[in-house]
């Protein structure tokens, strides 16, 4: 079709690299030899000032060893940079480590080195402070440069018409795709229709780079864990069912016609029959069952054993690699001293004062994440009285609307705190003044990633350990500012609110959040294809690619790092509070088989190419989920024990209950369970009885608590289950904690395999430098 235009990205294959030969400025530079180009807008040119900054970067650029072409069309002039080999050689010198198949060359040709090599090296260039003290990020914020970027390897057919298939000879459609082939990474790895092959981790590495390819080796060996989880969770989920109608308990509630619960709140005006929740507590009963201690167990034990393999698989991943005595350190030193030859080693520095000032501000935005909390509380008590005064639902409609409202907002507090929360973490890293990038990068995520925490799980600690345990009783109730009452838990108990806040906001962060983490991107792409209309009348290739590059939509810093961090809080959500939503895995395996494609996509397809960065493991996110483990102890042996059923049952069953002094075969243990948890008040007590609905006939009402019926104090059950309580969770955290220590010990982090590989090439590297030495005198 006439005008038709569009554009190929290449995936690259092991062991590809640029070739390195001088180019003089008169030559047509073969599109793949630009390393990075820059943007900038014909605007620019016109402006003296502008103009002039933009010329002495390029001329320190070429000072330095870069090389450079201007490339113009109608609207943008495009830069392409191109580094001398006497810098790569220089970077194989200095670090004296082969990076990998592609720089075992022959001596006499010049050093060949891996385009993530070339890209990373350029990069940092480029980042650092020119001679007038500016930065390339610098320049772009003033608007001498628009933007920077990464080539990825691009195949553009001739203009006025659409690209042929070199392979079938059909046209393809005007969109940045990947080219054909049996390496291709879009053909690969890129698809949906992949969504349950292997990932091409090699690729991705020889493409994307070490950081890349490590986040998506994780990402993939922890979906391929999830599926042990998610079908022991579903197993503790179904094993509810085939208690739906047998349990004990839920018949007593159901033939409870002749018990009355007490108005729960001012939106609630009549007492109401307990057979009235017979629906919820059956539901209740599907994940808070005898189970849901051991499921908690098996996830602390999932949650090590994961981690450890994972460190296994790290280990011969990165041997695979030649990294495995890579070092960071060693790597920054030499790329600044690539930049700067006279560079001076800046040591490492700690402020004390610096740390109380950081520590300050954390706790106050915790503070402020936890007072986010309590607005939620407050939202919830209004949004009950809201929706009883405008008659939106009915009386028995109310709790759990304003459960699922709550959820919502919370959700949505949630994606306004994130933002906040970066910007904040942020700042106090520039204050700290880390030395390095990497220490940077680790400083920021430690902080990003504990506001976030507290963003995201204070409502529900709230709801699990709060909610219900501060209002009174009948009679005497709690009063938000004295006039509204606070919200009670569920009718079925505050497992059931517990449930629904994690299913409404797993739900959203998996579906709503990758909808959007998909169709942004892609709905971004095709406006930018719209708006900057590739010019018809040029018929330059070269010029066809770079302004296909151009239009892909922009990364930054973070867009590894945000992946990391949704995957994160991914993980927490799947371990902390699992107790009470057993379905989690379930969830989180769904949402990232969806994820693993999503993100290859958004890389090969919508996003400019990523600046690769090398690294040996996945940095401090390691301890993020070390952390993330132990916390799931904590949490759900909490929620075992203070929010479920599970001890006041047990209790009953061997203290209070019929089998008290042993089986009895035609009783039930539980039987008799519901009458005594729930206490007994008198309707003469309440203030103003008369305004409730049917009291003319109703001496007593019963609500779930532990009270003497007399005076309504704390009753001696109570502080029996309470000590109880906590006897199991500090058995509970205990044994779980014993097992993730012998389970971590049980599996070493680095398999026999690579540590005698290791060992032996070491071991050959001191015979090679005895043997080449001159024999010494023997003794």
């Known amino acids: 079709m006439q005008g038709e235009e569009s554009c190929q990205i290449l995936a690259g294959t092991e062991g590809d690299s640029f070739p390195l030969m001088e180019i003089n400025t008169g030559e047509t530079e073969a599109p793949e030899q630009w390393d990075y180009v820059l943007v900038a ?77 070339r890209i990373r090296i350029v990069n940092f260039v480029l980042n650092s402070k020119t001679a007038a003290g500016d930065t390339l990020e610098d320049l772009v914020k003033s608007g001498v440069f628009e933007t920077r970027f990464a080539l990825h390897k691009v195949r553009g057919g001739p203009a006025g018409r659409g690209l042929e298939d070199g392979t ?167 790329l600044e001293l690539i930049h700067c030859p006279d560079y001076d080693l800046r040591p490492q520095q700690h402020s004390y004062l610096r740390s109380t000032v950081i520590l300050v501000l954390s706790l106050f935005m915790i503070c402020l994440m936890i007072g ?76 990003f990633f504990t506001l976030q925490f507290f963003a995201h799980f204070s409502s529900l600690v709230y709801i699990a350990f709060i909610l219900g345990r501060i209002n009174g009783h009948p009679g005497r109730s709690v009063r938000l500012a004295g006039l509204w009452k606070l919200e009670e838990c569920h009718l079925s108990g505050c497992m059931m609110d517990l ?21 942004g991107p892609w709905l971004a792409h095709k406006c930018r294809l719209m708006r900057f209309k590739l010019s018809r009348a040029s018929g330059d290739p070269e010029l066809r690619r770079l302004q296909c590059n151009y239009l892909l939509n922009p990364v930054n810093t973070f867009s590894l790092f945000d992946e990391f961090m949704e995957m994160m809080i991914q993980y927490g ?11 989690a895995p379930l969830l989180a395996l769904f949402s ?46 909490m929620v075992i ?60 009402c019963r609500y779930r608590d532990y009270r003497n019926a007399q005076d309504y104090n704390l009753s001696e059950q109570f502080w029996v289950l309470l000590a109880i309580r906590l006897v199991f969770l500090i058995l509970f955290e205990h044994v779980a904690l014993c097992i993730k220590l012998i389970a971590a010990w049980f599996m070493p982090d680095v398999p026999q395999s690579v540590e005698n590989k290791v060992l032996e090439e070491k071991y050959q590297t001191l015979r090679e430098k005895m043997c080449s030495s001159p024999k010494s005198t023997e003794v």
């Open 372 to 447: 986010m909390a309590h607005l939620l509380v407050v939202y919830r008590v209004l949004a009950a009285a809201l929706f009883n005064s405008t008659l939106l639902f009915q009386e028995e409609q109310v709790t759990t609307a304003v459960v699922v409202t709550g959820a919502l907002v919370h959700y949505v507090a949630i994606l306004i705190m994130t933002k906040v929360n970066k910007y904040v973490a942020l700042k106090l890293c520039d204050f700290e003044k880390p030395r390095t990038f990497s220490e940077r990068e680790s400083k920021f995520t430690i902080k």
């Open 573 to 583: 959500f799947t371990t902390i509070f699992v107790a009470a939503f057993p379905l």
């Open 592 to 637: 990232n088989l969806v994820e693993i494609r999503l993100d290859a996509i958004k890389m090969v397809r919508l996003q400019r190419r990523l600046v690769p960065r090398k690294a040996k493991d996945i940095g401090t996110w390691l301890q993020v989920l070390e952390t993330i483990g132990v916390l799931a102890v904590i949490a759900n042996g």
């Open 41 to 117: 807008d014909h605007r620019t040119q016109r402006n003296s000032r502008q103009a002039q900054q933009q010329q002495q970067f390029l001329e320190e650029l070429k000072r330095k060893g870069f090389h450079y072409k201007m490339i113009e069309d109608h609207k943008k002039v495009f830069f392409g940079i191109r580094v001398d080999s006497r810098i790569f050689g220089l970077y194989c010198k200095l670090l004296m480590e082969p990076e990998g198949p592609a720089t075992r060359v022959q001596p006499a040709r010049p050093p060949s080195v891996p385009a993530t090599t």
């Open 168 to 334: 079938r000879g059909r046209k393809l459609s005007p969109s940045v795709t990947c080219a054909q082939g049996e390496e291709d990474l879009k053909k690969k790895w890129a698809r949906w229709r992949n969504m349950f092959h292997p990932q091409p981790i090699d690729d991705i590495r020889d493409y994307f780079g070490e950081k890349v390819a490590l986040y998506f080796a994780w990402l993939g060996w922890y979906t391929y864990m999830l599926v042990p989880a998610a079908v022991v969770g579903l197993i503790i989920f179904l094993s509810g069912f085939s208690l739906f109608n047998a349990s004990q308990i839920s018949k007593e509630i159901c033939e409870a016609h002749d018990i009355l619960l007490c108005p729960r709140g001012d939106h609630s005006r009549r007492y109401q029959q307990l057979s009235d929740t017979c629906t919820f507590a059956k539901l209740t009963h599907l994940f808070d069952n005898e189970g849901t201690v051991l499921f908690a167990i098996f996830m602390a034990l999932w949650a090590t054993v994961f981690l450890e393999i994972w460190k296994r698989q790290r280990a011969r991943v990165v041997l695979h690699w030649d990294l495995y005595m890579w070092d960071e350190d060693q790597e920054e030193m030499a």
């Open 641 to 700: 024990a203070f929010t479920s059923e599970f001890i006041p049952r047990v209790v009953y069953k061997y203290h209070y209950g019929p089998c008290r002094q042993g089986a009895q075969p035609a009783v039930d243990c539980l039987t008799g369970y519901i009458n005594h948890s729930l206490s007994v008040f008198y309707t003469k007590d309440f203030q103003d009885a008369i305004q409730i609905e049917g009291s003319e006939n109703v001496t007593e």
């Open 499 to 519: 449930f629904l806040q994690m299913a409404i906001i797993m739900g959203l962060k998996q579906t709503l959040s990758n909808c959007m983490e998909y169709l």
